[in-house]
Every structure is written in C-alpha cells, then in structure tokens.
C-alpha cells in the first residue's frame, strides 16, 4: 500500500517537527503513517557499532550510515535503519533531506526488544518495496541474523537464517557474529 505524495509531504514535515523535540525521537513513516521509536538499548547499540567496524573494515569504499533518514516519497515510506551501507562516490548525489534507497547495498536492522514485528514484518515489505537488495535483521533476543535478499517488491525471495556464533555471509561481507550480545 503506498501513501499519496500530499500526505506523505505532510507525514514528512510532521516527522521533521517531531525530531526536533527534546527527546529526539526516532520517527519513521510506513504504510500505516507515522512510526515512533524508543532509544535503542545497550545490546542494541553495541551490536551495530559492532557490526559496523567489521563492514567499514573490510570496505573502506562504502559509507555507513547510523539513524539516518532513508526515503523513498514515490511510494511514501521514510524509514531510518540501524546501518545503511552505501558507496562513497554516491554521496554527492543524495538528496538533502534522507538517502536515497536506490543508491544503498545494505540495510541492517538490530531487532528491537519492545517492537520486534516492525523489523520482522513492516521493515521487509517496505524495505523490498524500496528495492534494498540486502537486508540483514540480526535479533539479541534470539540470538539470530537473518540475510534477506532478491527483493519482489512485498518480500524478499531468499531468507538465510544463521545462529549467533556463525560468520555470517552477507553480500561482499562476512559479519562475525561472536562479540555480539544478547538480550537477557
């Protein structure tokens, strides 16, 4: 289901004076409108900085971007990954006000504790409907990662499931999963 360009116009500028709060909060448009997020916790926070090193380690040709706005306004949906990894070269080509997801290889999620259904399910279908190739979802409360890849436009094709402890193969990357925590 996409949202008509006015309302997601309006959605935007909503979710920009939102941002602006105290607070800070976290705000994503998806097919039902606005999406507020808690402050990642520990384990969520060290796991992507965790995984970030390894990816800016292994290819210093790519940039990695954390809590940055990624839209795509031809279907409505703004959303703001935990890792979106894009070439360096295609920096000067994005627009001011989010990255576009055209130009991103990779997006990581890092399963939230109190909101696992948005990465799990709402994050897949907008994620394949913005034609991210790869998705990794890596879950501290499992202790799982997932590659999602081959997008449709509502899901993704191919889903390979790895347990924490395994390197995990994901593109031109192999993520170690090792030092990663876990919920409790």
Do not use: C
Not at 16 to 34: A, F, N, T, Y
Not at 103 to 132: F, H, Q, T, W
Request: aromatic share 6%.
């Amino acid at each position: 289901m996409s949202i008509d360009a006015a309302t997601f116009a309006r959605l935007r500028e909503i979710a920009d004076e939102l941002s602006q709060l105290p607070m800070k909060p976290r705000v994503e448009i998806g097919p039902q409108g606005l999406v507020m997020m808690m402050s990642p916790t520990t384990p969520h926070g060290l796991t992507a900085i965790h995984l970030r090193r390894q990816l800016e380690q292994q290819t210093p040709d790519v940039l990695v971007f954390t809590d940055t706005d990624m839209q795509d306004a031809a279907i409505g949906r703004m959303r703001v990954p935990d890792l979106m990894v894009l070439p360096a070269d295609l920096i000067d080509s994005q627009p001011d006000e989010a990255v576009n997801p055209h130009d991103v290889e990779l997006v990581i999620e890092v399963v939230s504790k109190s909101n696992p259904e948005n990465d799990y399910r709402d994050k897949i279908v907008d994620y394949s409907a913005m034609g991210i190739p790869l998705y990794l979802i890596v879950d501290p409360g499992r202790g799982i990662a997932q590659v999602m890849s081959e997008p449709d436009g509502t899901s993704y094709r191919k889903t390979e499931t790895y347990d924490y402890g395994q390197d995990v193969p994901v593109g031109r990357w192999l993520l170690s999963t090792d030092r990663l925590p876990r919920y409790r």
